[in-house]
Each structure stands twice: as C-alpha cells, then as structure tokens.
C-alpha cells in the first residue's frame, strides 16, 4: 500500500471514478447505467441490482459493494493503479468480473473508451 496525502488521494480517486463512469457509459449496453455524485458511483441493472464504487476519504480507499461482496483497494505506485488489499487485484478487473457475472457475458472495461 502507498499512503497518498490528502490532495493526491483526492485527485487519483475522483480521477478514477469519472473515468470508471466514463468507460460504463461508453458501454454497447443498454443493461447498465452508471452515476457518479458526491464521490458514489453508482452502476444499477436492469433488474434494480446495484453496485456502489466509493471514495473512502478517511481510509484513502477506493471501496467497491457487488452483490454480496466487497473490496477495498489502495493506491499502487508500482503498478499505478488502485488494488485490492486482500488479493492484489485490480479495481477495473474487478469491476469488469463483477459486471460480466452479472449480465452472464463478458463485459470488458478500457480507460478511454
């Protein structure tokens, strides 16, 4: 784990959800929506079903809810991306994993469309 100061985290972490919303919206889908308010990204199915990607500020996490799991991911300078502290997993891997699960299809996620 990299502990980011204060300012940093918070660039990196919003940074990360609007391109997390950004890449959601860009899907070729019409069986997820994301929205992105007050540091929640929120990505709901068509069947109500609810994933929540968060900011952490007190932790300096990015905390993920899917179903009934949940991952909190730290800051990784080597890597330069947020992973899981519990298995090193990354966060948009994770994401992706979780999405596909749950539409039954692979549903793979890029930065930048």
Not at 5 to 25: F, I, N, P, V
Not at 34 to 54: C, H, K, R, W
């Amino acid at each position: 784990m990299d502990r980011l100061d204060e300012a940093e985290y918070e660039r990196r972490a919003q940074s990360e959800l609007l391109a997390l919303r950004d890449a959601l919206d860009a899907l070729d889908t019409e069986d997820v929506e994301a929205e992105l308010e007050g540091g929640i990204l929120t990505v709901e199915f068509l069947d109500d079903t609810q994933f929540v990607i968060n900011s952490h500020r007190a932790a300096r996490q990015i905390w993920m809810a899917a179903g009934r799991r949940a991952w909190y991911f730290d800051w990784n300078t080597e890597s330069g991306a947020w992973r899981s502290t519990k298995t090193a997993d990354e966060l948009w891997a994770t994401l992706s994993a979780a999405i596909s699960e749950q539409l039954g299809r692979p549903v793979p996620l890029s930065r930048g469309g």
